[in-house]
């Protein structure tokens, strides 16, 4: 079974490059992504689900990480979405440990490596911490 | 005698003069090839070498890499035909690039206070950049601007907070520029400066200044959930372009947007290409009608994004002015000497910027800064250190303002107009650059033209393969960037003060909203908007109609979301 990650823009932010690249260089990778461009939370979440995803992928560099960011993380668990939820982006450093306390399971800045990333999502699905 | 000496003159321009005697490079061939063998042995680097557009690079350029240039008709002199050497005669010695800093952040009175402390500093201009709800045309009581109001750019609601954006700035004295990326924000906000200058009584005449309006930024380089159809946005973005050619002399009302091309993925050669693709198509449409050529042409302006690859920028600001002339004078015919003139901004490659050992980027911007300048740029914002991780503090943006100060006064490169000129490199790459220009443009028109293309997904297409190689080139280590893949940083982490947007903007917006709402004559903003509404489907300019509904103080979000339900939904391509 391959790997489903639905990627998503958070909101409005416009940067579609990085969410984009990620999506094509996981699918090198042998992953299933969904790509959905630009959403709201709800959406991103319903999407999702419906599609049996593994993990969600949030890219936003327009600073709305915060508050879209972890809505999108409340929403799923509130919804039964238990699995990986992870974001890229220009993110500043100090909101890191924040995102990740709300349940954001890693944050990836702008020179991340996509194999790094797709070695995260393997061995977090795998190994069920998802 | 000075009539003799003109018609002898023309006699010779007339014929095509080589700038080289011709004698004379069949010598240097023969001796290259010489030299080729005895001197370099074939050593000539263990690779083929490439400019970042894949354009083959020499290990030497000699006299005959330009044989067949002619002077007069390909290079020319500063502020004369084919302006490949600049756009005004005595260039810098007349008035230096304007020190052009984008601001924007939180509320409109955050923005002026910004503005104010820049323009104290010696930028010579305001430069603003729009929040996204703003941009995507919505209000910041909006649920779809949750999150974002003030945060990557500054709020505008209506048009209380464009007067509040510029109290204190004198409009009349220095210009103004204006990020409204996206033709459908750019209407509005046009309209609300408009009506905000005849309140206070300042005559149109004397506003000077840059808003953007580029229909690609809408539908192609920026993504979002709802998009303005292309043939909307196209004819919001020559709506603009044409009431400003009758009413604000002095203004730019588009900046054909090369640079968020680059950024969102293209080489420099598709990065020109489009966006003079875009004001072929302006033009086309203007003409239709009933405008002239000269009454629009003059005030268009352009923004290009500069790179590392230093002598392939410069080359390619200088080919993009002689390709624009061409179009001008041979496609459209144009008569006016500055309707064939090319002026453009540059921003520094953001791109570029890396977010390890960020202090290096202060190093890559003051290189492309100093390209754009021996390239001919009218004006210019050098990106701060600190954007890989957040719009610049006052600290980062006081460097790069004093980066092009350096750039102004320390180097010198100012004295003299267009000093590159006359190497075989530089005179070589520029035709070359040009040449590939002018085919990629074929390439567009070959598909329908601009707007198609974007309708297809084509334009979507190739900037997303550009952006996945680029990544894949340096994933594999061969692109190489200093401190990443190449010399990776051994620092774990750069402490980086980080720009915090005030988190009040947003309910502060809010509150002026709900109080705009409540004094205002709603009567008054129905009936505007009901105009506006039968209008929008009617082949009519709309400004007049959208500066009646903004000083009936209709909000920006309720006149974009007007155009979303009259020109309807567009599925942005998911390629």
């Known amino acids: 079974m391959k790997i489903k990650v639905v990627m998503s823009k958070l909101g409005l932010d416009i940067h579609w490059r990085g969410a984009l690249v990620v999506s094509r260089m996981l699918r090198d990778e042998g992953m299933e992504v969904v790509y959905l461009g630009n959403q709201f939370p709800e959406q991103i979440v319903e999407a999702a689900i419906q599609e049996g995803a593994d993990v969600i992928g949030l890219s936003t560099l327009g600073g709305n990480h915060l508050t879209l960011g972890i809505k999108v993380v409340q929403i799923a668990r509130e919804k039964g979405f238990n699995s990986l939820i992870i974001m890229g982006g220009v993110i500043p450093e100090d909101d890191i440990p924040l995102l990740k306390e709300a349940g954001i399971a890693e944050v990836f800045g702008p020179e991340t490596k996509i194999e790094n990333i797709a070695a995260f999502i393997r061995s977090h699905v795998k190994s069920g911490i998802a | 005698m000075a009539n003799k000496q003109s018609q002898s003159n023309q006699e010779t321009l007339g014929k095509e003069q080589k700038l080289l005697n011709q004698e004379a490079i069949k010598t240097i061939e023969k001796e290259k090839e010489r030299w080729k063998e005895e001197t370099v042995k074939g050593k000539v680097g263990e690779k083929e070498y490439y400019s970042d557009s894949g354009i083959p690079i020499k290990l030497l350029y000699t006299p005959d890499d330009i044989k067949d240039l002619d002077y007069m008709e390909d290079i020319g002199f500063s502020g004369e035909a084919p302006y490949v050497r600049g756009v005004y005669p005595n260039m810098y010695r007349g008035r230096l690039f304007t020190v052009r800093q984008i601001a924007g952040f939180g509320t409109p009175e955050d923005t002026n206070q910004r503005f104010k402390f820049l323009l104290k500093n010696g930028a010579t201009g305001t430069s603003v950049v729009l929040d996204l709800p703003t941009i995507r045309g919505y209000d910041s009581d909006d649920p779809e601007a949750e999150g974002h109001v003030g945060a990557a750019g500054v709020s505008i609601d209506s048009i209380e907070d464009v007067e509040a954006l510029y109290e204190g700035i ?152 002689l390709v624009w002339h061409d179009v001008m004078k041979n496609r459209f015919n144009a008569k006016h000497p500055k309707s064939h003139l090319m002026r453009f901004h540059v921003q520094t490659a953001g791109l570029t910027l890396t977010k390890v050992e960020p202090l290096n980027n202060i190093a890559r911007a003051a290189i492309q800064g100093l390209a754009a300048v021996l390239g001919g740029a009218q004006s210019l914002h050098v990106d701060s250190f600190d954007e890989a991780y957040s719009a610049p503090t006052e600290e980062s943006a006081l460097i790069s303002i004093r980066t092009q100060q350096i750039i102004q006064t320390e180097t010198n490169v100012v004295n003299t107009v267009d000093p590159l000129a006359g190497s075989y490199f530089v005179e070589n790459l520029t035709q070359e650059m040009a040449k590939r220009i002018r085919d990629y443009i074929s390439e567009i028109e070959s598909r329908g033209g601009l707007v198609s293309v974007v309708e297809s997904g084509w334009l979507h297409r190739e900037i997303a393969d550009f952006a996945y190689q680029m990544q894949r080139d340096i994933e594999s280590g061969e692109l190489k960037i200093v401190g990443l893949n190449y010399f990776p940083s051994e620092q774990s982490k750069t402490k ?46 709309l400004m007049p109609y959208i500066k009646e509904a903004v000083l009936a103080y209709a909000t920006l979000g309720e006149i974009e979301e007007l155009f979303r339900e009259e020109f309807g939904l567009w599925q942005f391509p998911l390629v």
């Open chain 2, 170 to 321: 004198p409009i009349d004295e220095i210009s103004s520029n204006i990020v409204t990326h996206l033709p459908s924000t750019t209407v509005v906000i046009l309209a609300m400066f408009v009506a905000m200058a005849e309140k206070k009584g300042i005559p149109l005449e004397k506003l000077s200044g840059t808003n953007q309006n580029d229909f690609l930024m809408e539908t192609t380089v920026g993504s979002s959930l709802e998009v303005l159809p292309p043939k909307a946005s196209f004819r919001l973005q020559c709506d603009a372009i044409e009431f400003a050619s009758q009413n604000l002399p002095r203004w730019n009302p588009v900046s054909y947007n090369g640079y968020n091309l680059r950024e969102a993925g293209t080489t420099a050669v598709q990065e020109v290409a489009c966006a003079i693709a875009n004001a072929i198509a302006t033009s086309e449409e203007l003409i239709r009608r009933g405008n002239k050529i000269d009454d629009f042409a003059k005030r268009l302006s352009f923004f290009w994004n500069l790179y590392n690859d230093f002598f392939e920028e410069i080359a390619k600001c200088r080919a993009s002015r």
């Open chain 2, 496 to 541: 980086v003060e980080v720009f915090r947007y005030p988190e009040s903007a947003e309910s502060t917006q809010k509150e002026k909203l709900r109080k705009l709402r409540e004094k205002r004559d709603n009567d008054k903003v129905e009936k505007a908007l009901r105009v506006l509404r039968q209008k929008c489907h009617e082949d009519v300019n």
